[in-house]
């Protein structure tokens, strides 16, 4: 059954019904990417455009992957290679896709507001794959799909995301999908990378790491953002592995079966230590495993003809 939905812009607009039934959905696609033929005819016929003005592994890929998995004609549109790079602007970008009719753009943007800006200049569904430092919806869907299979649920769940908070538009859509559920979120960081105003996100601020995992089912730690950061906010990347780097010791001080999570690029021996990413505690890669079949779902339930199942 398609989704009502037509665009996902942000998790700040999704019901909590909205959360579960894209949770859901990418459940049937995940086994699917799991066969020996990982293929269905689901969005044959259809076009999908991934317009990235932003560097992207993970997210890039694994959106070609999942269109390319359900039938889509995917195009990728390399910035630096279009007229973008001539001075062209958004509109007029927007514009002439438009004239090609797609049926869904994926767009990853620097300014935050990109993706609501695309959605009033185009008929096509529009998914916002990161704008700014506002929201990341799919990243939020699939950490959220990822912690599901590993705990069984969400509600109830205590999660600490530590790290970038202020420049983090994970941490961001992560915090309110997560309490939309009915987890319990902490944010930790520096003073000086946690954003104004957290006190309005509805979640428990920690400038310790050690005091933040306490008790912790979920540590899910965050990159520092050196491409947004326009001052120096903490003394040096050595320091603040010192302070705020997750290791096997303060791992200890959350729960016994605790998981451990990274939305990627890591940086490995500054936010992480190598030894707790790569132990059997770390889902890292099961988040990247999850981000196509969430990203199949989100895709099949905005493309997809009205009463299509998944996987025909």
């Known amino acids: 059954m398609t989704s009502p939905l037509r665009h996902l812009l942000g998790i700040e607009e999704l019901s909590a019904r909205d959360i579960v039934q894209f949770l859901d959905t990418s459940e049937v696609f995940f086994d699917v990417s799991r066969r020996r033929v990982r293929k269905v005819p689901t969005l044959r016929g259809k076009t999908v455009i991934n317009l990235f003005y932003e560097a992207s592994t993970r997210t890039r890929t694994s959106f070609e992957v999942a269109g390319k998995r359900l039938s889509a004609d995917v195009i990728n549109l390399s910035v630096s290679a279009s007229s973008v790079s001539k001075g062209e602007s958004l509109l007029d970008t927007v514009k002439n896709l438009e004239a090609m009719h797609p049926d869904v753009i994926v767009v990853r943007h620097a300014s935050s507001g990109a993706a609501h800006f ?3 200049h185009t008929r096509a569904a529009v998914v916002n794959a990161g704008d700014g430092t506002h929201e990341h919806p799919t990243q939020a869907l699939l950490d959220a799909f990822t912690i599901r299979r590993a705990k069984g649920r969400l ?3 205590v999660v600490t995301i530590a790290g970038d908070i202020a420049h983090s538009r994970v941490a961001r859509s992560n915090a309110i999908l997560l309490r939309r559920l009915g987890a319990q979120v902490r ?7 946690m954003p104004v105003g957290v006190e309005t996100y509805g979640v428990e601020v920690f400038d310790d790491l050690g005091r933040a995992v306490e008790g912790a089912d979920v540590v899910m730690m965050l990159r520092i953002q050196r491409e947004r950061l326009t001052e120096a906010l903490i003394p040096s990347t050595r320091e603040y592995a010192r302070t705020f780097g997750l290791n ?12 451990v999570m990274h939305p990627g690029p890591m940086n490995r021996g500054v936010e992480i230590d190598s030894d707790v990413a790569d132990s059997p505690r770390s889902v890292i890669l ?3 495993e999850a981000g196509v079949a969430v990203r199949m779902g989100v895709l ?3 493309a997809a003809e009205a ?3 998944p996987l025909s």
Do not use: M
């Open 118 to 120: 695309i959605a009033r």
């Open 155 to 157: 509600a109830d769940l």
């Open 187 to 193: 944010f930790c960081a520096p003073r000086t990378l």
């Open 248 to 259: 096997a010791r303060i791992l200890e001080r959350a729960k016994p079966d605790a998981i």
């Open 286 to 288: 099961d988040q990247v």
């Open 300 to 302: 099949y339930l905005l």
């Open 307 to 309: 009463g299509q199942s």
